[in-house]
């Protein structure tokens, strides 16, 4: 196939940098950040975290070829900032996210092996996994289950 190696998608190569930042001549307070071995997955969580912040002005990202494993992000601010400095404030808040996020996933799971598969309290006081008091006529939402369980 015309397809690279699997690992060339997200393995850096020896001397290979990782981000490349490209100063915009024609748009003041702006840059264009070249981002190697990653996808639309951390272009899109990038763009959504940077337009969340009050100084840019403008984020997009683009994926320039499917099979060149990299995307290219730009960014304006309006001055009080420079484009790299709100992109590693934006990786930053994005980590601590991400980190919460996981946090709480295995929290919710350690909650679920606690009460077992029956769903412990929950089933005992005859309680679906949605809050509603009751069984739903038979089902399996009232015999205590959950979507993940099937």
């Known amino acids: ?8 998608s997200y393995v850096l190569e020896d001397g290979e940098k990782p981000v490349e930042l490209i100063e915009d001549t024609k748009i003041p307070n702006a840059a264009t950040i070249k981002i190697v071995k990653q996808d639309h997955t951390l272009g899109n969580m990038l763009r959504a975290q940077l337009l969340s912040m009050p100084e840019i002005l403008f984020a997009g990202y683009k994926v320039p070829h499917p099979l060149h ?3 290219l992000i730009k960014i304006q601010t309006d001055g009080t900032k420079t484009p790299q400095a709100v992109l590693e404030q ?4 994005l980590i601590g996210t991400m980190s919460s996020l996981e946090t709480k996933f295995k929290r919710e799971f350690s909650y679920k092996d606690i009460e077992g598969t029956t769903g ?31």
Not at 90 to 93: D, R, V, Y
Not at 120 to 131: K, L, N, Q, R, T
């Open 1 to 8: 196939m015309n397809a690279p190696a699997r690992h060339e």
């Open 69 to 71: 494993p990299y995307f």
């Open 90 to 93: 934006a990786c930053t808040k």
């Open 120 to 150: 412990g309290a929950a089933a005992a006081a005859g309680e679906d996994p949605y809050g509603t008091v009751g069984g739903t006529g038979g089902s399996a939402w009232g015999r205590g289950r959950d979507y993940l369980d099937f």
